[in-house]
């Protein structure tokens, strides 16, 4: 009987490279939750600049709309960045005890 190790969970384990890259990650699921990070980052900055211009007078049903809008798809890259994390951890934890 063999025991051989699968490949997906060796790339999925091993770091992008001998050191850590320019923005602090070693390892593609590091690097992909990172990426997610800053998506969100940039939404709720989009947010922010709708909610101060509404605070500022520009109370329109039209930017009010916008905010609502802006939040929402904010709502809906926090639940995908969950949902992908989630996921992928899950499946190199799945690979993992399949070792």
């Known amino acids: 009987m ?10 999925a384990a ?3 490279t001998s050191n850590k890259s ?7 699921f590091e690097a992909m939750a990172q990426a997610w990070g800053q998506a969100l980052d940039k939404q709720a900055a989009t947010i922010q ?4 211009a509404i605070s500022g ?3 329109t049903p039209s930017a009010v709309t916008e905010l609502t809008t802006q939040s929402l798809v904010m709502s809906f890259l ?6 992908s994390i989630s996921t992928v951890g899950q ?6 005890r399949k070792q």
């Open 91 to 96: 499946a190199l934890e799945t690979m993992a």
């Open 57 to 59: 007078g520009d109370n």
């Open 14 to 16: 091993a770091p992008m």
């Open 49 to 52: 600049e709708k909610s101060d």
């Open 22 to 28: 320019s923005n602090g990650t070693s390892s593609w």
């Open 78 to 83: 926090s639940n995908s960045s969950h949902t």
């Open 2 to 11: 063999t025991n051989t190790v699968n490949p997906l969970s060796i790339v």
